[in-house]
């Protein structure tokens, strides 16, 4: 037989990276386009002299001192945050979507965004104001409140070191309804006091206004590491879809991969929503249409989501800010929106690989 000196892994591997690719330019272009749109409307060129002469570039070209703060003070942090967080959402579901086995998990699967809630609820309820690194006191209880319901949830499920991933499934479910009822309760008792009401209920909204440059240098670095750690253990992960005995017959630790992915997806969620608010469907379609597209191999699913998810949020961020401009609508409305129609369409015109195909 004639070698055609043809990989398909290869060929394969190399698809992917052109898409990703892709991905991003595209990405790359919807930023500088969200930079120019919304109640000042600011040409792409001269966006373009904005941003080349923040690094130092000189183009010969005098822009307006209110399109530099317009840009570098307003715009752009909030484009950035859109991208890190919706970077951290997708990547995060993706990964429980292979953990769990299931198309249908997110990254609020097992309580994070109900803890989150609470601990920024209480911090409104209270009217806590405090900061720390530039974060406020809203952001870091909703941080702690995250992590110490994941850290509830795992202890509640494991048993004799082994945490079934059913059961863990459950006791998310359960924690994060018990906590829904907290912050129903600080909401009913929010009532006639002052505006706290309305604010707890415009952060469960989720919206990316007020986003500042402090904000995105705290998330970035982790959420990099985190989605690098979620890469790192892809290969793993693959194998725990097929089944856990598989994946322990192919000499994976399973539980310390159950639980670095657990924590890392969880770490990503939590600073993200502790950040924005409760966004959803970010975490739950995007890695779903991707996985439609390039497959379940989750070396590229993961980082694939994570630009997608970036390029999704922007979008929805963007539409958030200019739909009704001046006035902004809270982007988690916009992606639920969106999302719950063609998460419905998908489930019809696709329902048996997806309720079939795991």
Known sequence: MRETGFNPVQGKRRRHERRMVLLVLLLLGTMVF?????SVSIPRSEVMHVLLQGFGIDTGHEVLPKYEVIVWQVRLPRVFLAVVVGMALASAGAAFQGLFRNPMADPFVIGVSSGAAVGASLALFLSLSFSFMGLSSLTILGF?????TVLFVYNLARVDGYVAVSTLLLAGIATGSFLSAVVSLLIYFSRGVGDRMAAIVFWLMGGLGGAN??????ITPWVILGILVLVYYARDLNAMVLGEETAYNLGINVERTKKII???GSLLTAAAV??????GFVGLIVPHIVRLVIGADHRFLIPTSAIAGGLFLLLADTLARTILSPSEIPVGIITAFFGAPFFLFLLKKRKNQVLGGW
Not at 34 to 38: F, Q, S, Y
Not at 144 to 148: D, K, R, V
Not at 213 to 218: E, N, T
């Open 34 to 38: 969200a930079l120019g749109v919304g």
């Open 144 to 148: 702690i409140g995250a992590l110490l």
């Open 213 to 218: 440059w402090s904000q995105v240098l705290s």
């Open 262 to 264: 657990l924590f890392t």
């Open 274 to 279: 502790s950040l924005t608010g409760i966004i």
